[in-house]
């Protein structure tokens, strides 16, 4: 028994328990699956994988993955974003967070957005349609730019949810 020990001595060996539930461990793995996620959609030399990657996404209803990836995006947002849309996964639930994308500064993170919410099949509840078309609203006063007419498309895309 006593030689089995030396393995958890942290000055010899580097022990990972399997089936540990650290907190931070767990966060570890998390952040590992998101960073090979976004890699996968984002990275020109894994072209070949994203379509199966977003299939499985969806087989898997694992959509939420891809939610967490574009919160933590620094770079590729927009790629993440169509990567929702690409793979027919129905984020209805998620309409004031792709409400927020659509009105980024970031022109492509704004019309990804708009594509993801004009896919999305429903049921919405009806709060968050209305707030959102409040949002869009208020976003289009300040405005004066190429921008106006997908928000436009968008109050209409939106209204149609009602």
Not at 15 to 25: F, L, M, W
Not at 94 to 112: C, G, M, Q, R, T
């Amino acid at each position: 028994m006593d030689d089995f020990k030396k393995y958890f001595d942290n000055k010899e060996y580097v022990t990972k328990i399997v089936g540990n539930t650290d907190d931070e461990a767990i966060s570890d793995i998390g952040n590992d699956k998101i960073t090979s996620l976004i890699s996968l959609i984002t990275k020109p030399e894994n072209r070949d994988f994203k379509e199966e990657t977003l299939l499985i996404l969806k087989k898997e209803k694992a959509g939420d993955l891809l939610i967490i990836a574009i919160k933590k995006a620094k770079k590729d947002k927009a790629v993440l974003i169509a990567a929702c849309w690409e793979s027919e996964i129905n984020y209805s639930n998620e309409l004031p967070f792709f409400i927020d994308l659509a009105l980024d500064a970031d022109y492509l993170v704004s019309l990804e957005a708009i594509t993801v919410i004009s896919t999305m099949e429903g049921p919405f509840k009806t709060e968050d349609v209305k707030e959102s078309i409040l949002k869009v609203k208020e976003e289009q006063k300040k405005l004066n730019s190429e921008r106006t007419v997908p928000l436009n498309d968008l109050v209409q895309t939106l209204m149609s949810f009602v």
